[in-house]
């Protein structure tokens, strides 16, 4: 162990931490802005497969003569229609009722 590596001591005997310097700050310039964005393609609406559509169709074909059957049972039963032939439904109120 060699003496010579040690720190002397100050004149009176204090010891005094060696003298900090702030560390070195490095400059550096400012990183250019990052180039602007292309424009996005415009958004269109989905296509709907052709299966699709023909499922909705064979579907709205169904729905519709089973409406036919349902009003032909009706008329042989003899009961009146559903509604008037103008599509509007008729409200019936009470007589009490005020409107």
Known sequence: MSFESEPTPEPRGDLAPPARRPPTAVATDTPPPPPP?????????????????????????????????GDTIREALGAPPARPPGGEVAVRRDPGDSA
């Open 37 to 69: 964005r292309p424009p996005r393609p415009p958004v269109r609406a989905p296509r709907t497969p052709w299966l699709l559509r023909a499922a909705g169709r064979a579907l709205t074909a169904a729905l519709d003569a089973a409406d036919r059957v």
